[in-house]
């Protein structure tokens, strides 16, 4: 299968296209200055001058502090770019892959968010992905929509990158402890994502790692696999005062992953562990 991927430079576009690579099939995946998601006609350009069987879309804009201020930015990359890509998916009848958000749910109460329930996102960034997803939905038969959460992999900024920079500068730091989900390591959903293009089990998914944590918890997990010193305290999201509103409850339900038969990714703690080792902090054990 010959496939393109979108947002190769960032952490999810980048192990997928690896992946791809991998397990034999042809990869198409365009740096910003080959293919960008601000140049619609340049979209179309691309589709037309190269040919591919399906599209997975890892690119977006996912700065969601700065999306509060950026707000067409955003949705220029996130909405338009995606109807458009998802425009020449459809009249081409070939599947398209579309990486959204635990942020498109409002975050209340704390059971698991199936993918059917309702969507209340809190910010901009959030609105801007289900608007995305509203668009692979009207427009494209074949799809796969893929909410994921709180990604970590080897070429991008993350919080597990962030937490380890902190331990280097300070002595103690503040982490709210009152936001739960599940850290997901890009190495492990990039094959999920694959088994997906390779069946045509369209539909809508969530994949994340296994296991739930505040991210509190998470970072505490991170010192202590990492071997470095750090006090961690926790807070309250009320007293972080971030510009961006952010989910309380992230918990996403894999009951449509287990329905369709794929199967769930590793433990959180187990990724952060190879994740650790994959960046030479942690011995390979
Ligand atoms: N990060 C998370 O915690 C998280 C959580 C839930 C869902 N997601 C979703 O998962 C997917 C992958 O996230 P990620 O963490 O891998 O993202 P990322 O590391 O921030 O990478 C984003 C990619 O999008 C590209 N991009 C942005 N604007 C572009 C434009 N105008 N033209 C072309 N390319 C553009 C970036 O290119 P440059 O390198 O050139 O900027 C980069 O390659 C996204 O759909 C995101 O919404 C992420």
């Keep these: 299968m010959k496939v393109l991927v979108t947002g190769v430079s960032g952490q999810l576009g980048y192990d997928v296209a690896k992946e791809l690579k991998r397990r034999g099939h042809k990869v198409l995946a365009p740096k ?3 293919l960008d998601l601000l140049d619609q006609v340049g979209i179309i350009q691309y589709f037309e001058y190269n040919k591919f069987d399906a599209v997975i879309h890892c690119a977006a804009y996912t700065a969601v502090d700065k999306a509060q201020e950026e707000k067409e930015l955003c949705s220029n990359v996130n909405v338009s770019a995606t109807r458009v890509i998802a425009k020449q998916c459809a009249s081409r009848d070939i599947p398209l892959l579309y990486v959204s958000t635990d942020y498109v749910f409002p975050g209340t109460g704390s059971e698991p968010y199936e993918t059917g329930d309702r969507k209340g996102p809190l910010q901009e960034y959030g609105i801007s992905k289900l608007a995305g ?3 692979v939905k009207s427009l494209c038969k074949k799809y796969y929509i893929v909410r994921t959460s709180w990604v970590f ?3 991008g900024r993350n919080f597990v990158r962030t937490v380890l920079r902190l331990a280097d500068l300070k002595d103690r730091i503040s982490v709210v402890d009152d936001q739960v989900g599940s850290p997901t390591y890009t190495k492990d959903l990039a094959p ?3 088994d997906m293009i390779e069946s045509d089990k369209y539909g809508v998914y969530h994949a994340t790692n296994e296991g739930f944590c505040s991210f509190y918890e ?5 010192i202590s696999q990492s071997g470095k010193s750090l006090e961690i305290k926790p807070t309250t999201t009320d007293k ?8 309380l409850n992230s918990r996403l339900s894999k009951k449509s992953l287990d329905d369709a038969g794929f199967s769930r990714l590793p433990d959180w703690h187990d990724a952060l562990s190879r ?4 960046l030479g902090i942690k011995e390979n054990t």
Excluded at 218 to 222: G, L, P, T, V
């Design 32 to 34: 910003r200055d080959s």
């Design 133 to 135: 997803e509203e668009m």
């Design 153 to 155: 992999g080897k070429n």
């Design 192 to 194: 999920l994502l694959c």
């Design 218 to 222: 998470f970072a505490c997990e991170i």
């Design 240 to 247: 972080y005062n971030a510009p961006a509103k952010r989910p």
């Design 275 to 278: 994740y650790l080792t994959e």
